[in-house]
């Protein structure tokens, strides 16, 4: 039986996700405005594809450029981070992943192996817990959102998905006799975190066909594949957005039968999504991300001179970040006493990329 450790636990992370949602929304709040961004009157005569046209812009206008959290169901509960990833961050997950990928998997209910099957056609690759910082990095950032520890998390899963391919619609949580069995001691799936790599050119939709929207026109997708027009509610990929849904009750005592959901047929271009499975109890022992997410240590070689040289500005990609190369002889990053986890947490963030910024922006309002 679960202890009321647990229990207790879970009710909290559900309320403080829910606080977090509301003071997402409540911060931003504002009054918007026909014509804010510079809209232009269309009339009502105007063609279906003009019109069609119109509310795409408008779909691509409401998801801007900063992360914010948009609820789309409470049945399942499930919400949608756009710009959780930077674009570094999924290049460089896609990239790991082009090197790894095979035909994907499924668990059968009756043996509790692996085995192909034509419900799931995509190929995909698993990485390691922390395997390096940027995947550490966003490790942390899932736990700090969801707040479910990081060590009730899964490794991540990557799947590729082009000409069709797809994942028929399924339960992430286990209710069958094996995995009760051979499995479930290290807890159920609680929750699910995809995260959207590259966005797809046609089809690739996340459909949850049981799920109620909140608003069913703002949720609508303009230009949904089959699959994604049928029930419920669809996500399009959007490179750099994570979705997340809980699998469970609030309380982690059984399924939520409501986030059935399917990855629908990639029909043109290739899709690229990344899947964390958070449990309800711990899952392969003690894990801390932050460790590796948040340390200040030069990795490559010949650091100081190539700082000197100017290589911290002038090749960025590889010098600083996470997985930069030299990011203490750039200064990217500080020493944190031991267990200052503000400070490791600042360290995920790049201070060289952040002091370039500000001067861009400087530059900008100076010269306008």
Not at 48 to 74: C, F, L, N
Not at 137 to 153: D, M, Q, S
Request: with cysteine; aromatic share 8%.
């Amino acid at each position: 039986m679960r202890s009321s450790v647990t229990a207790a636990a879970l009710l909290y992370a559900a309320a403080a996700l829910a606080g977090v949602v509301n003071a997402t929304v409540d911060s931003g709040a504002e009054e918007l405005l026909i014509g804010w961004k510079g809209e232009t009157y269309e009339s009502r005569k105007d063609e279906a594809s003009r019109e069609v046209s119109a509310r795409e812009r408008k779909m691509q206008d409401r998801y801007g450029a900063e992360p914010w959290i948009e609820t789309i169901s409470w049945s399942p509960r499930a919400f949608i981070y756009h710009n959780f990833l930077s674009e570094a961050e999924c290049d460089h997950l896609t990239d790991i992943g082009n090197k790894r990928v095979s035909r994907s998997l499924v668990v059968d209910s009756k043996t509790g192996q692996s085995k192909l099957d034509d419900i799931r056609t995509s190929y995909g690759a698993a990485f390691g817990r922390g395997e390096d910082p940027v995947i550490a990095a966003v490790e942390e950032r899932i736990a700090e959102w969801t707040h479910l520890p990081p060590e009730y998390g899964e490794p991540m899963q990557i799947l590729r998905y082009v000409d069709g391919q797809k994942y028929d619609a399924h339960w992430d949580w286990f209710d069958d006799p094996v995995h009760h069995a051979a499995y479930l001691h290290e807890g159920n799936r609680y929750a699910t975190v995809l995260l959207y790599l590259s966005g797809v050119e046609g089809g690739g939709e996340t459909n949850l066909p049981l799920a109620d929207p909140i608003d069913k026109e703002a949720q609508t997708l303009p230009d949904a594949s089959p699959c994604g027009a049928k029930y419920g509610i669809s996500v399009k990929p959007r490179k750099g957005d994570a979705l997340l849904f809980f699998d469970m009750d609030i309380e982690g005592g059984k399924g939520d039968r409501k986030a059935l959901h399917a990855s629908c047929p990639t029909l043109k271009g290739m899709k690229w999504t990344a899947t964390k499975w958070i449990h309800n109890k711990p899952y392969m022992g003690k894990y801390d991300p932050l460790r590796t997410a948040g340390r200040c240590a030069d990795t490559g070689g010949n650091c100081a001179a190539r700082a000197a040289a100017g290589e911290c500005t002038s090749n960025m990609d590889k010098m600083v970040g996470p997985a930069g190369e030299c990011r203490k002889s750039c200064n990217d990053c500080v020493d944190c006493p031991a267990g200052d986890i503000l400070c490791a947490r600042r360290n995920m963030r790049s201070l060289v990329r952040t002091r370039a910024a500000a001067a861009a922006a400087a530059a900008s309002r100076s010269s306008s």
